[in-house]
């Protein structure tokens, strides 16, 4: 297995504290950086990571109007990341104007449109967004759509991840969060499975974050991980 499909994120507050896990763990090729890390240290830690040559997936989850959107997606387009996410909720409109910024600068960059957050459940996703269809559905609902509007993968539950692989195609890039080893605790992920289990049904990558960087000993606990896949 492709170490470089084990993403790893920086969910620590300060660019001190990225570099010291980065540094840390030197195996790790494949960085998330989320909210709270880029509001902190702005491009910083963008630059710093891509001096040690390291991969990155910029996780901001855009979410607005489509000309906003379509602008801070052109202005992501300068810090040369591999992935960047938007939420299929924008809507078409958005997803596409994303798109088309991406084409026509001839980046390689790739965008991924978030299903579900993975932290939502199945009667959340009823009685607190009074989404009518279930989960797995709107899941789909929501990940061909983006693939219709030319959007390049999307972030899901593993537990999704092999429905979506049959209808959106194998080119379909999936990442999957919610991915906890057999000896980690699930934490406030709600729909969870472990990394193995998560490659079988079709996950390209996974986010793995807190049993690593959390652990009494994140290099050790790299490796576990690396063994139990």
């Given at each position: 297995m492709n170490k470089d499909k084990i993403i790893v994120p920086l969910d620590v507050p300060s660019l001190e504290d990225a570099i010291a896990l980065v540094k840390k763990l030197p195996e790790v090729s494949f960085w998330k950086v989320g909210l709270e890390l880029f509001v902190s240290t702005g491009s910083d830690i963008l630059k710093y990571l891509k001096d040690e040559n390291k991969k990155i997936f910029l996780d901001l989850k855009f979410h607005d109007i489509?000309?906003?959107?379509?602008?801070?997606?052109?202005?992501?387009?300068?810090?040369?990341?591999?992935?960047?996410?938007?939420?299929?909720?924008?809507?078409?409109?958005?997803?596409?104007a994303a798109k088309e910024v991406v084409k026509e600068?001839?980046?390689?960059?790739?965008?991924?449109?978030?299903?579900?957050?993975?932290?939502?459940?199945?009667?959340?996703?009823?009685?607190?967004?009074?989404i009518p269809l279930e989960l797995p559905e709107y899941a789909l609902n929501n990940a061909l759509m983006a693939r219709e509007c030319?959007?390049?993968?999307?972030?899901?539950?593993?537990?999704?991840?092999?429905?979506?692989?049959?209808?959106?195609?194998?080119?379909?890039?999936?990442?999957?969060?919610?991915?906890?080893?057999?000896?980690?605790?699930?934490?406030?992920?709600?729909?969870?499975?472990?990394?193995?289990?998560?490659?079988?049904?079709?996950?390209?990558?996974?986010?793995?974050?807190?049993p690593i960087t959390q652990a009494e000993n994140p290099v050790l606990a790299w490796e576990k991980v690396i063994a139990e896949i």
């Open positions: 489509p000309n906003t959107v379509k602008s801070a997606t052109k202005s992501a387009l300068k810090y040369d990341v591999d992935l960047l996410t938007l939420h299929a909720t924008a809507g078409r409109e958005a997803l596409t600068s001839a980046s390689p960059m790739k965008l991924l449109a978030i299903s579900v957050l993975t932290s939502i459940n199945s009667r959340q996703l009823a009685l607190d967004l009074k030319g959007i390049d993968g999307a972030v899901c539950s593993p537990q999704e991840a092999r429905k979506l692989k049959e209808v959106c195609g194998d080119d379909f890039i999936l990442v999957c969060p919610g991915v906890r080893p057999e000896w980690a605790v699930t934490g406030d992920q709600q729909r969870v499975m472990t990394p193995k289990q998560a490659f079988a049904e079709g996950a390209d990558y996974l986010v793995i974050g807190r």
